[in-house]
């Protein structure tokens, strides 16, 4: 068995960083910029930022490009973590995200944050909450030695899930923190950003497969394409943060107060999935991938849901881009933590 240390990728390794100095370039470009940058925040069709949906799109095409439905077949020879992975992705996290947001923003947080404002940080972290990852998770897998296949069943299988669990679940919890919500814009988000990419990535896949081979598919295409999800996440940030800018200014401690509680979620989630793994007898590599997707979120979905339901400008947008902020840290903790308790 090869003893090898194995590595992050060059833009998943530096991705904090990355995400750091897009928060720096965006306050910046915002205070500069003054007024004029509104222009950018008007060209909307039905709610949707034309600029920001044309980035979010191109960040979570590639994803969809890897999804392998016909992999999901294959659940019946293990189907134990694949239950394991379904129960805690969307019978615990939301629910758990939800309780830990209620409990910072309108309680722990009340002398700094506003009882108006609070109900969109909220928004933010159960949007977070309710996107289990699809992208990172297979990073993640292959640093703690997971079994790839297995892996790309549980993400496959959560891809579909969400087509038809993200809405109603989303709003129960909204409804139930008394934040209203519009379904109609709700819906289309999902649609414009999972429906149609996922369509688009396995119309492409195919064909891409048919003339060039799954060698060419996995070793070539995937890795050129990779970046494009990086840079456009990262154009993203700035535009966020430009229109977030004078609230930061203003109130520079709402990015730490934001990350504590997703912070705390995070491992929370990983230490029930890892233990609960354990005790079904899951081997370690199926078991490290499906805490790791418990875990880690589908931010980018996030960010477009929020955008799309509250504006460029609001807390809950700053809420899921807090998370993107926060997520490879922790997971890079958490990713030591599995190797440390390989079994």
């Known amino acids: ?33 003054g007024d004029s940058i509104e222009v950018f925040s008007r060209l909307e069709v039905a709610k949707v930022n034309i600029p920001v949906a044309i980035l979010i799109w191109l960040m979570i095409y590639p994803m969809m490009l890897q999804v392998d439905f016909s992999s999901i077949k294959k659940i019946g020879k293990r189907p134990k973590g694949v239950v394991l992975t379904l129960v805690v992705n969307w019978l615990i996290k939301p ?61 496959s299988i959560n891809d579909l899930i969400i087509l038809v669990a993200f809405v109603p679940i989303v709003g129960l919890l909204l409804g139930i923190t008394n934040i209203s919500i519009p379904y109609n814009t709700l819906i289309a988000s999902i649609v414009t950003f999972v429906v149609i990419p996922l369509v688009a990535g396995v119309i492409t896949q195919k064909i891409l497969l048919k003339r060039r081979g799954e ?19 990262l154009v993203t940030l700035v535009l966020l943060f430009a229109f977030q800018g004078q609230n930061i200014v203003n109130n520079p401690l ?58 460029l400008q609001s807390p809950a947008a700053l809420v899921t881009v807090v998370g993107v902020l926060v997520e490879v840290p922790v997971m890079l903790s958490l990713v030591a933590l599995a190797n440390k308790w390989k079994y």
């Open 95 to 155: 629910f758990t995200m939800s309780f830990f947001a209620w409990l910072f923003f309108s309680h722990l947080y009340q002398a700094w944050i506003e009882p108006e404002l609070a109900g969109e940080y909220i928004a933010g972290a159960i949007i977070l909450g309710a996107a289990p990852c699809t992208a990172m998770v297979f990073v993640w897998s292959y640093l703690t030695n997971g079994d790839p296949n297995y892996t790309l069943v549980q993400v």
């Open 215 to 233: 060698e060419w598919f996995k070793n070539v295409f995937l890795p050129k394409l990779k970046p494009v999800s990086i840079v456009a996440l």
């Open 1 to 33: 068995m090869s003893t090898q240390k194995r590595k992050i990728g060059f833009f998943e390794k530096y991705l904090t960083i990355w995400v750091a100095l897009g928060i720096l370039g965006g306050i910046v470009i915002g205070h500069v910029a």
């Open 254 to 311: 709402i990015i730490l107060l934001a990350a504590v509680p997703l912070v705390i979620q995070t491992y929370f989630i990983f230490f029930i999935t890892w233990f609960a793994g354990k005790k079904m007898k899951l081997p370690h590599p199926v078991c490290s991938p499906a805490a790791m997707i418990g875990a880690s979120n589908f931010f980018e979905l996030a960010v477009a849901v929020a955008i799309s339901l509250f504006g």
